[in-house]
């Protein structure tokens, strides 16, 4: 069967016009909104759209919400189940195709100036300029929340997605040590091969097979090649032997995988490595925010250090929340609610929960575990040490993420396909997508 993403792959012209007519819809859905706007009373309630359902995503946002009640705003949860935000996307666009937009939502990365084009997002300037955003964030935090010099979204926390957690009594007992390049990574997964475990917890669910893929990408060719493949979509780069080398080893992987390797959600998988089923994880940081829930404390039931070969890289993805301006009776506790979640306390205990890391520049290290303060440190080192994911949006539009998604998980359940053959299907993919973008210039 074809997934919807690989028939919109094969289809360029027609998913370009239906995304510009659904974005005319959308305006009409908008405009009406405006002319119907009334100049309604203040309402300290929000409803807030999201996809953090886990029991540690809960937890984080239990945590926002009880912040929000000491300010006087109602938290009225609208969360929306499905790894990686593909569900509350969909759910997204169907309600404000209804005219039925929720006050808050967690939309993140390239999604967010999308939305901003069309005129849906409050800006929050006033609330930017009165806490001093701009010195706050780290720069690529206040570039990625800004659209044509408007700030339309508040930064919640930094995951970083080359991250490889390993079980510390596994790795104690068979006196193993945490791999730094990719030959220590194979001699322990044989190891553990050796001793009858599963090295590798992974699921064969698209986006969980493209996040461990783009993993490899930064190992072989660090930030700067990841954007050329990514975010520049550059056809040669995708001819270039880093790509096929990675191509190589993710299939390499799939050999320390269950077997066969199932399609599970992600919390499914770290179930398997928190009983001792499988001995690594390589995935974002919110894996740390779950175990630590389930009573597995960082650095002693386990402890997670970068995927070998990025130990200087930071693969982000940011959580933010922008607020819809629908009938502006809201606007105050929208502001309130901004402001709230970017000040340096809130900022340290829910990253703590979640897993994240704060995205402020003044935070302090101390107060974070080993795999948090990792996480930042790199993060601080500036752009040329970071590389936008992919798979959580960073990189690049939804159309295009979820087409290049689907070619890399085909190359993965289907070992016919060759490494050759998924480069020319994205080369052309990619040619594809530049005549369609000077089309609609």
Not at 84 to 104: F, H, Q, T
Not at 136 to 148: A, D, E, G, K, V
Not at 159 to 184: Q, V
Request: proline fraction near 4%; aromatic fraction near 8%.
């Amino acid at each position: 069967m074809i997934s919807p993403a690989h028939h919109l792959a094969a289809s360029p012209l027609a998913w370009r016009f239906a995304r510009a007519a659904a974005l005319g819809v959308l305006c009409v859905a908008f405009c009406t909104v405006k002319v119907h706007a009334a100049t309604p009373q203040s309402d300290s309630t929000l409803q807030v759209l999201h996809w953090w359902t886990s029991a540690s995503e809960r937890k984080a946002a239990s945590l926002l919400a009880a912040r929000m009640a000491d300010e006087g705003i109602t938290w009225r949860d609208a969360g929306i189940p499905g790894g990686a935000g593909i569900g509350a996307g969909k759910v997204l666009k169907s309600r404000v195709l209804a005219n039925d937009a929720p006050e808050v939502t967690q939309i993140i990365g390239v999604s967010i100036r999308e939305w901003a084009d069309l005129g849906f997002l409050l800006e929050l300037d006033k609330v930017a300029a009165a806490n001093k955003w701009n010195t706050s964030f780290f720069p690529t935090i206040q570039n990625l929340i800004q659209h044509r010099k408007h700030v339309v979204a508040a930064p919640l926390g930094i995951h970083r997605i080359n991250t490889l957690f390993y079980n510390k009594k596994i790795f104690s007992t068979l006196k193993l040590s945490p791999p730094e390049n990719w030959d220590e990574l194979v001699t322990v997964a044989a190891r553990l091969k050796a001793a009858g475990l599963i090295p590798l917890a992974q699921s064969s669910e698209p986006w969980q097979v493209a996040t461990l893929f783009e993993n490899l990408i930064l190992a072989e060719g660090g930030p700067e090649y990841h954007r050329e493949l990514f975010v520049k979509q550059n056809a040669q780069a995708v001819m270039d032997k880093r790509f096929a080398h990675a191509l190589e080893r993710l299939r390499q992987m799939k050999g320390w995988m269950n077997n066969p390797v199932d399609e599970r959600p992600w919390t499914e998988v770290v179930k398997q490595f928190s009983k001792n089923e499988a001995a690594m994880m390589i995935t974002g940081d919110w894996v740390k925010g779950e175990l630590n829930d389930g009573g597995f404390v960082t650095d002693e039931a386990f402890s997670c250090t970068a995927m070998p070969g990025t130990g200087k890289y930071h693969l982000y993805s940011v959580d933010t929340f922008s607020m819809f301006t629908n009938d502006y009776s809201r606007i105050a506790a929208q502001e309130k609610l901004a402001r709230l979640v970017a000040t340096p306390a809130v900022q340290a205990d829910y990253n703590a929960v979640k897993g994240s890391v704060s995205v402020r520049r003044d935070a302090d290290p101390a107060r974070m575990d080993s795999c948090a303060r990792a996480s930042w440190n790199a993060f601080a080192q500036g752009a040329a040490t970071q590389a936008p994911s992919l798979v959580h949006r960073m990189a690049t539009d939804e159309t295009s993420k979820d087409a290049i998604i689907a070619v890399i998980h085909r190359y993965f359940i289907d070992a016919t396909v060759s490494p050759a053959d998924t480069q020319a299907r994205l080369v052309a993919m990619y040619k594809t997508f530049g005549n369609n973008k000077k089309q609609n210039l």
